[in-house]
């Protein structure tokens, strides 16, 4: 079993920077045997990938996030990373941690980015 527990939202201005942390706790091997990613969901619309990174550190990113977000993992903490810059207004929304297996899809609580002056 894995629990992911998001920190870090909160209230930003245009253009300001936040970095959302994802800590997992559970079987470690299951965490940095895979892939891991931030999700997005706003009101209205459906949840969206924005970030991945593999169990090797490569990441991808969502079109509308690249050059802005930059996702990465530290395994020794069993932790993985989004730092987000030159935040807009459309990048407010719940972000979420997912970590899929094999057997589960895991997802944390997640945590609420508002971007607004």
């Known amino acids: 079993q894995v629990q992911l527990v998001e920190s870090g939202g909160g209230l930003v201005q245009p253009g300001g920077s936040l970095r959302l942390s994802c800590a997992a706790s559970g079987n470690i091997f299951t965490i940095n045997d895979n892939a891991m990613g931030w999700y997005r969901q706003s009101p209205g619309k459906e949840r969206e990938l924005v970030a991945r990174?593999?169990?090797?550190?490569?990441?991808t990113y969502a079109d509308s996030v690249k050059g802005r977000f930059f996702i990465s993992r530290e395994n020794a903490k069993n932790t993985v990373y989004l730092q987000m810059n030159s935040l807009t207004p459309e990048d407010t929304a719940v972000y979420y941690c997912n970590l899929p297996t094999s057997s589960n899809n895991y997802w944390g609580q997640g945590t609420q980015v508002t971007v607004s002056s």
């Open positions: 990174i593999s169990r090797y550190g490569s990441p």
